[in-house]
């Protein structure tokens, strides 16, 4: 509902004073909205308002120009306060219901916003779980990589050792020959 006449509007349109139409504010009879201190209510309100009480005038004319026409027979008094507060009355069990099944529904929503927040939160997790599962397998292939290298590396390890040894080996029964050949021709020399 649109909230868009000022209270001096409002009473005009209505051919009332400002005082009568904050009585009728205080009944419930008519809703309002503040503003900045200022009351407005809606246009559309109004107008139904001024449409009932239309209503309400012409059945109390027609009932008192019925009375006055038939003197003779009595007829029953239409009580149009009592028309008007059985309709408000069930005006008022129909907004309430309305305000309920709005509620209702505001509840339901914000549930369901929590459900949805709590999903997102979810997926989150899952994600970085799935980012960090991802990562291992790369992790482990690396592994695998440096370890085959390190058996890759230990194995020439053990081959040149035992070049190196050999090489010893050899340069040793080199140098006896030579030692054993320098000998033999310092003997055979003198």
């Keep these: 509902m649109i909230y868009n006449l000022s209270r001096e ?80 009355s069930h005006m008022d069990e129909s907004i309430n219901k309305f305000l309920n099944v709005l509620i209702e529904k505001d509840k339901q929503i914000e549930n369901k916003n929590k459900i949805i927040i709590n999903l997102q939160q979810k997926t989150l997790s899952l994600e970085s779980k799935l980012q960090n599962t991802v990562a291992l397998p790369l992790y482990q292939e690396e592994k695998q990589e440096i370890l085959v290298e390190k058996e890759n590396l230990k194995i020439e390890k053990k081959i040149i050792d035992e070049k190196l040894k050999k090489e010893k080996i050899t340069n040793i029964i080199l140098i006896w020959i030579i030692i054993i050949l320098i000998i033999i021709m310092i003997l055979i020399i003198k």
Excluded: G, M
Excluded at 28 to 45: D, F, G, I, T
């Design 9 to 88: 509007e409002a009473a005009e349109k209505l051919w009332i004073s400002t005082r009568t139409l904050d009585r009728r504010i205080r009944k419930w009879e008519l809703s309002h909205q503040k503003k900045a201190n200022k009351v407005y209510l809606s246009e559309e309100e109004i107008n139904n308002f001024w449409k009932k009480e239309q209503v309400s005038n012409i059945i109390l004319e027609w009932n008192t120009s019925i009375t006055k026409k038939t003197k003779q027979v009595k007829q029953p008094k239409i009580d149009t306060d009592d028309i008007v507060k059985k309709v408000w």
